[in-house]
């Protein structure tokens, strides 16, 4: 099993920025997973922000492409995800997700995702 926990999220102006991250524990070999995040704002359903492959490639949902960055440290167990130029639209509930088979790329699927933490909330003031 893997635990995952995210931190890191709270209440920023809009234009600012904010970092969330999420510590991996338990049996994983970390380092060999690949990583995702996701959010989930009121009366809307889950959707993908960033993925991270085991070997460091990235992708990202267009409306947070150039604005978003999803980064890993293997040493720590900790996957990232710096948020610049935040919105309001960028309110939600942040969760970060691991794939349970080793060596595989991120994607856009939830239901690719086997392990998930509680989330964390992130809100853009206007």
């Known amino acids: 099993q893997v635990q995952l926990v995210e931190s890191g999220g709270g209440l920023v102006q809009a234009g600012g920025s904010l970092r969330v991250s999420c510590a991996a524990s338990?049996?994983?070999?970390?380092?060999?997973?690949?990583m995702g995040w996701f959010r989930q704002a009121p009366g809307k359903e889950r959707e993908f922000v960033a993925a991270?492959?085991?070997?460091?490639?990235?992708t990202y949902a267009d409306s947070v492409k150039g604005r978003f960055t999803i980064s890993r440290d293997n040493a720590k167990n900790t996957v990232y995800l710096q948020m610049n130029s935040l919105k309001p639209e960028d309110t939600a509930v942040y969760y970060c997700?691991?794939?349970?088979?080793?060596?595989?790329?991120?994607?856009?699927?939830?239901?690719?995702?086997?392990?998930w933490g509680p989330g964390t909330q992130v809100t853009v003031s206007s």
């Open positions: 997700a691991a794939r349970g088979r080793a060596y595989t790329g991120g994607t856009s699927r939830p239901g690719d995702y086997d392990y």
């Open positions: 338990g049996r994983t070999s970390f380092r060999s997973y690949a």
């Open positions: 991270i492959s085991w070997s460091g490639e990235s």
